[in-house]
Structures are given as C-alpha cells and as structure tokens.
DNA sequence: CTCGCTGCAAAAAATTTGCACATTG
DNA sequence: CAATGTGCAAATTTTTTGCAGCGAG
C-alpha cells in the first residue's frame, strides 16, 4: 500500500465510522504514512511542524488514540512492564507472552516450530480470548549495522 | 521454575556476571519472581513496600536495568511508537513488525503458517541482524473475562 | 578498604485533564 | 446550528541525572 493509498483508506475508515475529518488528523495520518520507522507521539508532533503544519502534541496524543481505536495505527509495543524470565532458555528464538488487557497476567511459551495460528489455537484453548497478536522481532538494519551503532 | 529457583537462579545470574548482591536487588527479584502479572517500576516499588521493604523508586529504575542488561527480566513491550498499518488485513492472526533497535525502521510482515525459525530466517535474509524476538498475545484471562470488564 | 550501589533531591520528559473557542457535517 | 474536535494552560506521572554516603566483597 502505498502513502497515497494509506492515506486515503485512513480517512474513509475515520469517515465510516463517524470520525471527523479535520487538518490535525490528516496531518498525523500524512506522517505516520510517510514514516519509515515507528514514532512516538513527539516524533509525529515534530514531523507535522517540520512539515509547515500546525499542531498541538496533546492532539497527537488525542488523534493517535482515536487512530488506534479505528484500527488505523498499531502502538506498537502493548504496554510497559517487566517480567521475570521464567522459562529457562529463551537465548535462541525468543520468548512469547500472553497479556491480559485487564490485569496484565502473562504465561511464558516457548515457540519454536508452531505456526502463528497453531499458536493462536493454544492460547485460546488456555482460556484466554484473544485480542490481539504482536510479533515483535528487534535487531538492527541493514544500515545501522554497517553504521555499527 | 517456582519463585525459590528463580531468584536462586538470578541471584547467581548476577553474581557470575560480577554484579552484587545487595538487598534492594534481591527485593526487587523477589517480588519480580512472585508475580503473577507485568510490573511496571512504579508496581515493583509498591510491592517492595507492600512487603515492609525498603527502597527508593529512583533503584527500582536501575535495578531492573541492570536486571536486563544480565537476562534476568524482559521489558514487555519492545519500545513505545505507533506505525501505521500498512497490510491491508491483519484483522485475523495480527501483525507483525521487525523494528530496528537504532533507527526505528520497521517492516510489516504476514505471518500464519510460517514457524517461528522459518520468520527468523525471513528476518536476517532481509538484513536485519536479528537480537530479539518476542511476540505478545494480548486478550483476557479466564478471571477477567468471566468479570466481563 | 575500595568501588559499586543506593538514597535523596531535583530536573527533565511524557502523558493527562479541564475548559473555552473553532470547525465539521 | 449542534456536536465534535482542537488549542492552551496546567497538573500529574514517569523517567533521568548528580552527588554524597553506605555497604558488599
């Protein structure tokens, strides 16, 4: 998809379901469009004005919540917390956890060789109702890497 | 692992790595390895004191990051930015980034059937030079979802 | 005894809230 | 025009930093 593409189904999904559509929100939308790396709500406060538009951070804040609610932008990261390594090796792949919204518990599994919906099947047969599904996987890119951060 | 191996196990993690033992570690660990659910800082400290310990906010910051510079704990949550939704469907499985530890750059990607180590390999063929991976299933547990919240 | 770690104090940054005015549909 | 959304001001919360003293090894 592209940013004109994105840019345009942003706003008919703002429109379908009953959003306004206003300048803040199309120049948050241009960003995040335009955007090669995930941003934070300063990140897109400082693009817009970088971009001769005009905007306060705390409607960044307001947008990005309403973006999310419409299923237009992912926070990526579900939220903040620590958890103790339960499982005692992750080294290799990596680790996986279940959240809940509401309380925050977590399981810990390890997942090697099942497949994303294999996955999705174990979590619900544990008895949680499912939300969401985030794969993060961290590293460096091509660039960075000869940049040797 | 039960709450005694694990504070055993990181108790030696840090020992081995040259770290000290001092109370306001192990407390931390402690409430970190009895937990049922993601702590933030602030939830760490609450606990310590809850638990008629003593310490300041300001060590539970350091703490847990020397906690996970040596393993011991995963910050849930790779890093807080919002990226907009680029794949068209991903209302099913989920969405799944590769994001770059240095500059933010992230890649969509649509996984279902693929196996974990068979994304890994998608990963560092497109150059990412792969540190973490962690996927996050976010819903309700069984309690909460009977509470209906 | 020495260096690393912690507490305290304070600054800086991030996020939220209340309210009057502007704007969309 | 009516209701939604925005900007501004300010409070609140979260996270970071500097430094002197305590304590682990």
Redesign the pocket.
């Known amino acids: 998809m592209s940013s004109n593409e994105f840019e345009a189904r942003a706003i008919q999904t703002l429109?379908d379901q009953?959003?306004?559509?206003?300048?803040?929100?199309i120049q948050v939308i241009r960003v995040l469009a335009d955007a090669q790396s995930v941003l934070?709500?300063?990140d897109i406060h400082a693009a817009v004005l970088a971009a001769q538009g005009?905007?306060?951070?705390?409607?960044v804040?307001?947008?990005l919540?309403?973006l999310e609610e419409a299923g237009i932008v992912h926070h990526v990261g579900l939220g903040?917390g620590y958890a103790a390594c339960r499982l005692a090796d992750h080294s290799d792949v990596g680790l996986e956890h279940v959240v809940c919204r509401s309380c925050g518990t977590f399981v810990e599994l390890v997942v090697a060789e099942e497949t994303a919906s294999q996955l999705v099947q174990q979590v619900e047969a544990a008895g949680y109702a499912l939300e969401g599904f985030t794969i993060e996987v961290s590293g460096l890119c091509t660039s960075c890497r000869s940049a040797s951060v």
Chains 1, 2 share one sequence.
Do not use: A, E, K
């Open positions: 429109r009953g959003y306004r559509i206003t300048m803040p929100r934070t709500p300063n005009r905007i306060d951070v705390v409607s804040y307001r947008i919540g309403t903040q």
